[in-house]
């Protein structure tokens, strides 16, 4: 499969500690995007980077969020102190660059995060 | 702000009936809109953009800036069809991240 991946898929873990997700997108697209989606709602932006710099963040994204792709090529998305808000479902997307015109974007199948 | 309102959370109809998924959006400028469908157990996918003007698994979607709305419609639903629908778009000025509507479940039952 070459679609995008991410890992884990699902992580439990308690109020207080960090977390890391790893997304790894389709090899040849240059852009990626974190999104956040918690139940009965659309995915949200988090962050978005072209190659290995991150261009925009939401102001969703508060201090303890943080997140990197050191290569271009996979991006790490780092909690620090979660808290039980921070539970839902952490997606990833990636796409190819093209002029003048919004690119598709391709999903990866997301990182359930449940803070107890 | 930009803003995707989709009024309905669950769209339930019978195998072979007409479908219509509401999108409403708020945008400045000439939007490009999205559907994306997330089915049973599969990762979210791009459905249909307007700029294609295309038919995909027998979906279209008209722009329809005077109403501000992109309603997905489909003439005879299959129960394939049964899904998660997410209409979306760009912010004005920008390529780069999506606006999503809080997504329509569509039932089909036989």
């Known amino acids: 499969d070459t679609g995008v991946s991410q890992d884990p898929r699902h992580k439990i873990t308690k109020r207080g500690q960090n977390v890391t997700f790893r997304c790894d997108p389709i090899?040849?697209?240059?852009?990626l995007y974190w999104y956040r989606q918690t139940l009965g709602q659309g995915p949200e932006f988090l962050t978005y980077?072209?190659?290995?710099?991150?261009?925009?963040k939401s102001r969703l994204l508060s201090d303890r969020f943080s997140a990197e792709r050191p290569k271009g090529s996979f991006s790490t998305l780092e909690i620090q102190r979660t808290e039980q808000g921070d539970s839902a479902m952490y997606l990833c997307?990636?796409?190819?660059?093209?002029?003048?015109?919004?690119?598709?974007?391709?999903f990866g199948p997301g990182t359930r995060l449940t803070v107890l | 702000a930009q803003r995707v309102t989709q009024p309905e959370k669950l769209l339930s109809v019978f195998k072979g009936a007409p479908v219509e998924l509401k999108c409403n959006y708020s945008?400045?400028?000439?939007?490009?809109l999205f559907w994306y469908v997330q089915y049973s157990r599969q990762r979210l996918q791009l459905l249909l953009r307007?700029?294609s003007r295309e038919s995909i698994k027998g979906f279209t979607a008209d722009l329809n800036k005077g109403e501000t709305s992109f309603h997905l419609k489909k003439p005879f639903a299959q129960e394939e069809d049964s899904a998660m629908y997410y209409c979306?778009?760009?912010?004005?000025?920008?390529?780069?991240?999506?606006?999503f509507g809080a997504g329509t479940r569509l039932a089909v039952h036989p």
């Open positions: 307007h700029i």
């Open positions: 980077f072209q190659n290995e710099a991150q261009l925009e």
């Open positions: 090899s040849e697209h240059n852009r």
């Open positions: 997307a990636s796409s190819s660059q093209r002029s003048g015109r919004t690119d598709t974007q391709y």
């Open positions: 979306a778009l760009p912010p004005s000025g920008g390529y780069n991240k999506l606006i």
């Open positions: 945008y400045s400028g000439s939007p490009e």
